[in-house]
């Protein structure tokens, strides 16, 4: 499996439901999320503003990706209202069938834009690597069934390697009767 083949698998609406651990603080969080993925349409404005800025050839919208999230944390409604919702979008570049980056316009750590690395196991599993400018993520994300996937994710300080935070998703796709 090649990475557009990947991310053609996860198109769709999901129903996320994450745990997520701050060792930092010794807090845990449950969030539920609504998550849509979809490819990204041909003439997508913000799709080609997206690829112009990066100096990406702007025939790669074709394998661009949209992600849309709604989010409901347990957390206090201060926390809550920051990061309720968003929309990233992912634009995945092969350097080999198995590995090459990801630019998303929103970095699943912190919101500002990040490119990734990405290399996908023997057993479909797909790991993305993520440095920011003090901490750095592996997120995994796999297959239990076509519709049902799991994503686990351990951040890390850079300096340090000291693990700040853990989470692990279970996400089922919305199937339309």
């Known amino acids: 499996m090649n990475i557009e083949d990947f991310f ?15 060792l930092a603080f010794q807090e845990f969080e449950e969030i539920r999320s609504k998550i849509k993925i979809f490819r990204s349409k041909s003439n997508d ?32 409604d201060e926390n809550q209202k920051e990061n309720s919702s968003g929309e990233s979008i992912l634009v995945p570049i092969e350097i080999s069938k198995t ?23 023997v057993d479909e599993t797909l790991i993305i690597y993520s440095n920011y400018s ?15 996937r799991s994503r686990s994710s351990v951040t890390r300080a850079i300096g340090s390697l000291a693990i700040l935070q853990t989470s692990y998703a279970s996400e089922i796709r919305y199937i339309k009767k």
Not at 8 to 22: A, F
């Open 134 to 148: 003090d901490i750095c993520t592996e997120e995994r994300i796999w297959f239990v069934s076509n519709n049902l």
């Open 45 to 76: 404005s913000r799709v080609i503003k997206f690829l112009k800025d990066n100096s990406i050839t702007t025939s790669a919208v074709n394998k661009a990706f949209l992600i849309n999230w709604e989010a409901k944390s347990e957390w206090d």
């Open 8 to 22: 053609l698998k996860s198109v769709g609406e999901w129903n996320s439901m994450r745990s997520g651990h701050s």
């Open 99 to 121: 590995e090459g980056k990801i630019i998303r316009s929103i970095g699943y750590s912190e919101a500002v834009q990040v490119v990734s690395s990405y290399k996908i196991l």
